[in-house]
């Protein structure tokens, strides 16, 4: 089955059902500054060499591969099935992507939520990439200081909620003299008993949880990305206005 084939099979979640006369959101609009957006459970930051158009492109591929993996999931209680689902639906659309290997992160101080906590582990994941994601850093250093019913915090703990814990991941996005689109990827899984409400806000100490980690990163050709968006935005567009926020900093 070719890519585009493979696009058009996929299984994705019933959309809401439209109110009549209801006003229609509009999708968001990417700039060609440096910004951070919120991708269903993907916070994202994009640099300054990725465009608009790139950008808007790689959001759609991102959240199809969310959407597939929500379908595919249900109520699994296998937080990993998610994300084997997440990285199955990229690489068959064009994406290469790096194994990731999975660890249970150690939290020493259980009075910490898993956005203090995940600081440093993101840190370490993104390397000599750090710097440049400073934003998403910055987002989750001031979430402390932020309205929890923000619409991008009640937009991205609806889609990181699972059956027992949460899926969620945190990302770089860059591009390289335009020829090649790379996102350099912290994926995270909080295995709990209980589906969790308020994600980045829990504290371990609440529940029995643990917090499992895996950075890697994904990257497709720029042609390759225009190739495919066109298909790709025509499946996600039923569900663009729900699932995309830019974070304003």
Not at 51 to 62: E, F, K, W, Y
Not at 63 to 81: F, H, R, V, Y
Not at 210 to 220: D, H, K
Request: proline share 4%; aromatic share 6%; net charge negative.
């Amino acid at each position: 089955m070719n890519k585009f084939d493979f696009i058009q099979s996929i299984e994705l979640p019933e959309t809401k059902p439209v109110l009549e006369g209801a006003p229609e959101s509009a999708p968001v609009t990417f700039s060609a500054q440096t910004e951070v957006a919120t991708v269903g459970s993907q916070v994202t930051q994009f640099s300054a060499n990725v465009t608009p158009a790139q950008r808007a492109a790689v959001a759609n591929c991102l959240l199809l591969a969310q959407l597939a993996a929500n379908k595919a999931s249900g109520t699994n209680p296998d937080l990993m099935a998610w994300y084997r689902k997440y990285v199955e639906v990229l690489q068959n659309i064009g994406w290469n992507t790096e194994s990731m290997t999975w660890k249970d992160q150690k939290v020493q101080n259980t009075d910490l939520s898993v956005h203090q906590e995940i600081i440093a582990v993101l840190t370490a994941a993104l390397g000599p990439a750090v710097e440049m994601a400073s934003m998403v850093i910055s987002v989750l250093t001031g979430l402390q200081n932020m309205n929890k019913s923000s619409p991008w915090i009640t937009l991205f703990n609806r889609a990181s909620q699972r059956a027992s814990g949460a899926t969620f991941q945190l990302g770089y996005v860059d591009a390289s003299e335009g020829n090649s689109i790379a996102v350099r990827l912290l994926a995270v899984a909080i295995d709990a008993k209980n589906t969790i409400t308020q994600v980045l806000f829990f504290k371990f100490s609440d529940a029995d949880a643990t917090l499992r980690t895996a950075n890697g990163q994904l990257g497709i050709v720029a042609a390759n990305l225009d190739g495919i968006q066109e298909p790709v935005s025509s499946r996600v567009q039923p569900f663009l206005k729900d699932n995309i926020s830019k974070i304003d900093l």
